[in-house]
């Protein structure tokens, strides 16, 4: 059951644990985030949709921008951790580069459309929001440069530039993926992804341990 089925299901007044409450009130903000905007959000819809006053919510929450930076530092974690977690999962390099691809398709096809708090935000020009966006995308592309330090031998920042493209390259096409409907099936997509970013990355040589 997810957050939001929680709070449609758990009737106004229950007490529940703070941490539980919490994720709660994520789980509800989320929906009302993604669906209205940042902007066009307000704390009443929230805490309308988590089935709370808003008392409750300010509780956990002293206001909107902090509710969103809650939110945003969530999912930002979680992408760098699928990042993280698609690298470490073989040292096939070919297969590394899919994995790490399909980390973002399966990122922005996550149902719940956290990936728009994070590339989508209508809050870009608030200073917090896109330190943690920036953040997040440097600490996914040092994840991979890191890999193709090691594998090639190339210059820490030579391989930071690489890592930067082959990132925002992931992310750029599996959101235009996404919106054009998906109507290339994701393993094809990933597929066809890869081949362009193997060519690329293949023709530097290994570097020998």
């Known amino acids: 059951m997810t957050a939001i089925e929680q709070t449609e299901a758990r009737p106004r007044g229950t007490r529940l644990p703070r941490r539980a409450r919490r994720n709660q009130l ?6 009302v985030f993604v669906a209205q ?28 921008l ?5 939110l945003l530092d969530q999912h930002c974690d ?10 470490a999962s073989t040292s096939d390099n070919k297969q590394r580069v899919a994995a790490t691809m399909d980390a973002y398709f399966a990122y922005v096809e996550d149902e719940g459309g ?12 608030e200073p917090a929001v896109r330190e943690r966006v920036d953040r997040v995308s440097l600490a996914c592309a040092e994840a991979i440069s890191e890999v193709i330090a090691e594998d090639t031998g190339l210059a820490r920042e030579e391989a930071m530039l690489l890592a930067v493209g082959l990132g925002g390259v992931s992310q750029v096409v599996a959101r235009y993926w ?15 992804l890869t081949s362009l970013a193997w060519r690329g990355i293949a023709g530097f040589p290994k570097n020998e341990h």
Request: net charge negative; hydrophobic share 45%.
């Open 26 to 31: 994520l789980g509800a903000a989320q929906e």
């Open 37 to 64: 905007g940042y902007h066009a959000a307000a704390m009443d819809d929230i805490a309308e949709r988590a089935g709370v006053s808003k008392p409750v919510l300010y509780q956990h929450f002293p206001g909107k």
């Open 66 to 70: 902090d509710l969103y930076l809650a």
């Open 78 to 87: 979680n992408l760098l951790q699928a990042v993280r977690t698609a690298l």
């Open 114 to 125: 956290a990936f728009r708090l994070v590339f989508e935000s209508d809050l870009t020009n």
């Open 178 to 192: 996404l919106s054009s409907g998906g109507t290339v099936p994701r393993g094809t997509a990933v597929q066809l």
